[in-house]
């Protein structure tokens, strides 16, 4: 399974960007796809997922409002609409998949994800 995340770049405080993260080579029809970032010295942390067979949705704190994960699902791909950046959101930006097998209390586990793209960097610097 490989993971090809594009998107990041540079950009000032307030501004948007769009992530899209590409899935190949995966057999599960509808994985739980999702979204972390690693700033340096840093945890990374979970920022939002799209769990796999609802339509649900699921934001860590820090992005609730200013951060929406969509899917499209005849083009394996995953997006994250990041708008209102700040420099807090400067890191590096990875997408993830699972099984398929994920149950909802894990959506935010880094742990819980088996797959993972090689990330694409975020700076928002004025």
């Known amino acids: 399974v490989q993971l090809q995340a594009f998107g990041g770049g540079l950009v000032q405080p307030g501004g948007s960007l769009r992530l899209s993260c590409q899935v190949s080579?995966?057999?599960?029809?509808?994985?739980?796809m999702a979204w972390f970032r690693q700033a340096p010295g840093k945890e990374r942390d979970f920022v939002a997922a799209?769990?796999?067979?609802?339509?649900?949705?699921h934001y860590g704190d820090s992005v609730k409002g200013r951060f929406t994960i969509s899917r499209d699902t005849a083009k394996n791909t995953v997006y994250l609409q990041m708008n209102s950046l700040n420099p807090d959101d400067t890191a590096v930006y990875y997408c993830?998949?699972?099984?398929?097998?994920?149950?909802?209390?894990?959506?935010?586990?880094?742990?819980?994800?088996?797959?993972w793209g090689q990330g694409t960097l975020v700076t928002v610097s004025s």
């Open positions: 993830a998949t699972d099984t398929g097998r994920m149950i909802l209390s894990s959506v935010r586990n880094p742990s819980a994800y088996t797959n």
């Open positions: 080579g995966s057999t599960v029809s509808r994985p739980t």
């Open positions: 799209a769990f796999r067979w609802s339509s649900s949705t």
